[in-house]
C-alpha cells in the first residue's frame, strides 16, 4: 500500500531504495540507554553492535526472577539482590535458592530438629536426617 495515496501496489512494481538504504544507516543516534547515563553517538548501522555491549541498556535477571537492571548492575543484582540466588543454608550448608530457603528448612533441611516421626510419648525433638 503507498504511504501517500493508499493505492495497492503490486510487488513486482517495487524495489529497495538503496542509496535510501545508506543514507539511513549513517544517520548518528543516540543509544537506547542515554537516559540511564550513556554518551555514546554513532551511525545507526552500528546500534546493535553497540547495544550488546552497553552498560546502561536495561536487561533481563539470568537467573529467571523477571527483574530488568541495568547491564553494569547485573552482576550486583545476581549476587546481593536477586531472590533467585544461591545461599548456602546456614544449618545443613547446601546451596539453596534464597526464596526457597524457609520451604528448605521446614521440610528437607537435615540439620533442622523435628518432633520425633516414630510418634513417642515422650514428644522428642530429633535432627531431621537422623529421624
Not at 545507526?44 to 536487561?59: A, L, M, N, S
Not at 541495568?70 to 543454608?89: G, I
Request: glycine share 6%.
Amino acid at each position: 500500500i503507498c504511504s501517500i495515496c493508499c493505492e495497492v501496489l503490486d510487488a513486482k512494481e517495487c524495489w529497495r531504495d538503496v542509496f535510501a538504504d545508506r543514507q539511513l544507516a549513517s544517520i548518528q543516534v543516540h543509544c537506547p540507554g542515554k537516559e540511564k547515563g550513556c554518551d555514546w553517538i554513532g551511525q545507526r548501522q552500528f546500534r546493535k553492535e553497540h547495544f550488546i555491549i552497553c552498560g546502561y541498556v536495561e536487561v533481563q535477571c539470568t537467573n529467571g526472577c523477571k527483574e530488568s537492571v541495568v547491564r553494569s548492575q547485573l552482576f550486583h543484582h545476581l549476587e546481593l539482590q536477586c531472590k533467585f540466588r544461591f545461599v548456602e543454608c546456614e544449618c545443613c550448608k547446601s546451596q539453596v535458592k534464597l526464596n526457597e530457603i524457609q520451604i528448605h528448612h521446614k521440610t528437607t533441611c537435615g540439620k533442622q530438629m523435628v518432633e520425633c516421626p516414630n510418634n513417642c510419648l515422650l514428644g522428642l525433638v530429633v535432627m531431621r536426617e537422623e529421624s
